[in-house]
């Protein structure tokens, strides 16, 4: 065997490799859309059905008539609203400490150390802190959760990103008349547009999967669509289709999303960012 169809051979394995392992990781993702436009016979049947006989919406129509899909509403509200602060401030925060050296050289670690507390380990004096405040079950309660929980990680990251940025041209920007804020402004934002993105994508992720604090701190007003799911499984049997359809409601605005940013999210992993 020549060494050019030794080659070939590999790649061809390779290809085939990659193939499979991807229809591994979308089986679960196809199963999910599947069960959302079947009929309750069909979800139960045996053997299982692949594909439903026929397409229709009812599953999702239900959970408009019911109102539970405005949880959905409540999550891209708490997420979108919660990104948006914590990237400011967050951006910042992390000018100042990578260009002011603010805290010294420890204040960085200490601040991306909070982002390791495990959640369940403070859940419950933030629910009496919040009870106190009259938070519980509020939009402002469960943004400002987030942004708080979200901020370390967007410090740490977008310190990474601006200590890429040459001081030279901060510098002349300032020779040239600009001040700090026009600097930031002009120079810094877009030099890291990438990482700016990328960071926002998975912040926005971040409080979009959140389960634990949206179940202890919501009721019914601010309930959002990870707890709404929890509702379906009953004692007595489980809404599978109300499951999966309200999955699939709760995974498009994230698909939608990584589809746009696409090209900046992979640019801005690219980058690195993560240093010390």
């Known amino acids: 065997m020549t060494i050019k ?24 993702v196809y199963w999910l859309f599947m069960i959302s436009f079947k009929t309750p016979e069909e979800i139960y049947s045996f053997p299982p059905k692949w594909y439903p006989g026929r397409i229709h919406f009812d599953n999702y129509a239900v959970l408009f008539k019911d109102g539970d899909a405005v949880t959905v509403w409540n999550s891209l509200v708490v997420a979108g609203v919660s990104t948006v602060i914590a990237m400011f401030l967050g951006t910042i925060c992390a000018y100042s400490l990578a260009r002011f050296r603010t805290g010294g050289e420890h204040l960085a670690n200490w601040i991306i150390s909070q982002r390791m507390i495990p959640p369940i380990a403070v859940v419950f004096p933030i629910f009496l802190l919040f009870v106190w405040l009259h ?3 509020t939009y402002i309660g469960v943004i400002l959760l987030y942004t708080a929980f979200n901020l370390p990680y967007v410090i740490w990251m977008m ?9 030279a041209l901060e510098e002349s920007a300032l020779v040239d008349g600009c001040t700090r804020w026009q600097v930031i402004w002009k120079v810094v934002f877009p030099m890291c547009r ?11 992720v971040f409080a979009w999967n959140d389960f ?3 179940l202890v701190l919501t009721r019914t007003e601010a309930t959002t669509y990870t707890v709404q799911i929890t509702h379906y499984f009953g004692g007595q049997s ?17 698909f939608i999303a990584v589809a746009f940013m696409q090209r900046y999210l992979v640019r801005g992993i690219s980058l690195g960012a993560v240093k010390g």
């Open 5 to 28: 169809q030794r080659t070939t051979i590999r790649m061809a394995l390779r290809l085939l490799a990659a193939v499979v392992i991807t229809l591994l990781f979308l089986f679960p």
């Open 135 to 137: 938070l519980v079950d």
């Open 159 to 167: 310190r990474g990103y601006i200590l890429d940025i040459p001081k």
């Open 194 to 204: 990438a990482g700016l993105f990328a960071t926002a994508i998975f912040t926005f």
């Open 212 to 214: 634990l604090f949206a």
């Open 238 to 254: 489980n809404f599978w289709a109300k499951i999966s359809a309200m999955s699939v409601l709760g995974t498009l605005p994230i």
